[in-house]
């Protein structure tokens, strides 16, 4: 008679479906800028504070194409969103946070401490409420192409706008303008967690044919720019995106109240018949 261990048979190993690299190329990206981000720390701790701006900068342009490439690919992945997730933390709450404080905020000591932790921790509460609105059933669509809030890289980006000045010499030594420095970056912190709808590029996804010239001559012009003057850009840049701020939450809720207007007049119509 066979013993119950003799009925047991082997069970196969488990088959692993191999991983296409359109899945790959996106996290690589990803894991590069997080590459980035770290490495700008260094660079702050070391004085080198031109070069770790430019790599924060640099964290940005690569968060711009990850998620892009990813979308092309069709190579989205919950991977690679918590990936995405995680690095944009560091990226754009960790690193700036760290550059502002040693190049200004370290001479106002644990003051200036508490404001560079709150403009971290309000990175890390914008990424969190984004992650939780992806899984919002009810969000209208025409709210697809905003923001809740000032976005992680440009907020990261405005947080740097002192140094930008400071490179130029528009404005002294960062330890001599500390607590001008924390106020300006309580703001970002607080816009970043406002409820303030801001454009959300992400939404832009194709490009008007007669336009095509124009923005490839724009997009150029913007990269030399930035290769040649990239202090002075980046002061120009932050200054429109500042600019724009009220006119996005503007046209969000003049859409919303369109959206508002048609729903009622379709209640009123359901309500007749």
Partial sequence: MQTEQEHRQPQPARAFRPVPVRFL????ITLLALCSGVTAIR??????YQVAVAAVILACVLDAIDGRL?????GTSRFGAELDSLADFVNFGVAPAILIYVWSLNAMRPAGWIVALMLSMACALRLARFNVALEDPNKPAFAHGYFTGIPAPAGAGLAMAPMYLGFLDVVPDGHTIAKPVAVYIVAIAV??????????????TQVPR??????????????VCLITFPWETLVIAALIYVALLPVGAASYYRQKRKLQAA???AGEGNTEA
């Fill in 43 to 48: 660079l702050a701790v070391e004085g080198r």
């Fill in 210 to 223: 007669e336009m095509v010239l124009p923005v490839l001559a724009a997009g150029a012009l913007v990269i």
């Fill in 191 to 204: 816009l970043m967690v406002s409820r303030v709808p801001t454009f959300s590029g992400k939404s832009v």
């Fill in 263 to 265: 729903s009622e007049a």
């Fill in 25 to 28: 190329l996106p996290n690589l």
């Fill in 70 to 74: 990813a979308r092309l690919l069709k």
